[in-house]
């Protein structure tokens, strides 16, 4: 037995996992974006090369 267990039917059920989903991926995101300086300032990691133009 689940304590302060509430009976759902699907369709909030599914809004449920649905919000829940979008807030881990949205934190996610929200969190990879306060390092995205030191990433591009890192002398570490490699750095992109300029695309060559084909003419």
Not at 5 to 14: A, F, G, K, R, V
Not at 30 to 50: F, I, N
Request: aromatic share 6%; charged share 25%; proline share 9%.
């Amino acid at each position: 037995m689940v304590l302060n267990q509430t009976s759902l039917s699907p369709e909030p059920e599914m809004v449920e996992d649905i919000l829940a989903l979008l807030h881990c991926f949205s934190s996610r995101l929200y969190g990879r974006s306060k390092y995205k300086t030191q990433v591009k300032e890192d002398p570490d990691l490699p750095q992109p090369r300029a695309k060559s133009s084909l003419a």
